[in-house]
Every structure is written in structure tokens, then in C-alpha cells.
């Protein structure tokens, strides 16, 4: 419950555009284990890593003024498609670093990495597809109209150029159906 009244908390109240945060740069936030992120086996439940994710990705939209640009425009996030990897636990009261980033975006989705470290171990990794929502008509927003309206906010007369995605999130995201999908001439 902590957890989503914090999501709560950073969606109401959004962190402040960092200056000269870009699209592309990685944002790090500093998380510690509480006992309600547990599972029976006493480490981070595999849903409390998706909670954990959505606070990250909230601030991290934040932190590039993406807050303020979705409230303007009226838009906003949502989840289409996630998958996760774990490779070491987090138990009770361990700090660790989430580290969200930008891999890329298409014509239908953005994509995101997520990861989990402790001590610069890997614990987990997650990559996220997002969707633009209108929040009053919940049409698609196209990710180049979101590049478009973050690159005017920061003062920027050419939107950046999505970077090629990792092989393994490209497959990734065809297996799952977020990909653009391939155009059929009648």
C-alpha cells in the first residue's frame, strides 16, 4: 500500500524538471526495501518490482519535464507491454539504485529499461513499452508528438532521432504485438 500511495504521491506532486535532463539520459533513483515490498520468503515480491518501476518511471518522466508537458497537452503514460529478469534478491531494508532509461520509441511505443543494483550487482532488469493516452478522449498520442512537445520545452528546434533498439528488446517487442506492425498493401 506505501508503494502506490508513494506513486500517488509523485503523480499529484511531480518532482521538478532537472535542467538539462534529456530524453535519452538515464535517471537514478536510490530506493530502500520495506517490509511491505516482501514476499513469504522475505525478498521484494515479483510485483513490488513493477510498483517500484512505476515510481521510478513517473519521476523519471518528471525529471525531463514531461510532467508538466502531459498536464499541458493533457496525456499521459501507461503500461502496454513489461517483462522482467531476476538475478539477485532484495531483502529487507537494502538500498539499491533503479536506473530508468530511454532505449527508444516507434511509431507505436516507447521503450524503457529498468534496473535493480545493489552494491553495482545486477539484481533485476525490466524493459517496459509505454503508450500516450489523451486522458479526456484516451486517443493515442503518437511518441513523435511527445519527442516534439519535450524538445520544444527545452528549447530544442529538432526533435532528437530515436536510437536503433537492442536486438533483444526489438524481438522483444514484436513477440509481445507493441511493435509498429508491418503495413499489408490490398
Same mark, same amino acid.
Given at each position: 500500500m506505501t508503494r502506490m500511495l508513494q506513486l500517488a504521491w509523485t503523480g499529484i506532486f511531480p518532482r521538478k524538471r532537472v535542467?538539462?535532463?534529456?530524453?535519452?539520459?538515464?535517471?537514478?533513483?536510490?530506493?530502500? =526495501?520495506?517490509?511491505q515490498d516482501l514476499d513469504l520468503l522475505m525478498h521484494v515480491n515479483n510485483g513490488s518490482y513493477l510498483q517500484l518501476m512505476d515510481v521510478a518511471r513517473f519521476r523519471h518522466v518528471a525529471e525531463m519535464g514531461g510532467a508538466a508537458l502531459g498536464r499541458e497537452k493533457k496525456f499521459g503514460a501507461v503500461v502496454a507491454a513489461?517483462?522482467?529478469?531476476?538475478?539477485r534478491s532484495l531483502k529487507l531494508f537494502d538500498t539499491?539504485?533503479?536506473?530508468?532509461? =530511454?532505449?527508444?520509441?516507434? /511509431?507505436?511505443?516507447?521503450?524503457?529499461?529498468?534496473?535493480?543494483?545493489?552494491? /553495482?550487482?545486477?539484481?533485476?532488469?525490466?524493459?517496459?513499452?509505454?503508450r500516450f493516452l489523451h486522458s479526456l478522449t484516451n486517443d493515442r498520442i503518437p511518441p513523435s508528438v511527445v519527442v516534439e512537445g519535450l524538445a520544444q520545452a527545452h528549447g530544442q528546434a529538432n526533435p532528437p532521432e530515436s536510437p536503433a533498439l537492442p536486438d533483444d528488446v526489438a524481438a522483444w517487442a514484436r513477440v509481445v504485438d507493441v511493435a509498429p506492425r508491418p503495413r499489408v498493401d490490398a
Open positions: 535542467p538539462g535532463r534529456s530524453l535519452l539520459d538515464p535517471s537514478v533513483y536510490t530506493m530502500r =526495501v520495506l517490509p513489461s517483462t522482467m529478469k531476476y538475478r539499491f539504485e533503479l536506473t530508468t532509461r =530511454v532505449l527508444g520509441w516507434d /511509431e507505436r511505443c516507447f521503450y524503457m529499461e529498468q534496473v535493480f543494483t545493489r552494491r /553495482e550487482k545486477l539484481c533485476a532488469r525490466g524493459i517496459v513499452a509505454t
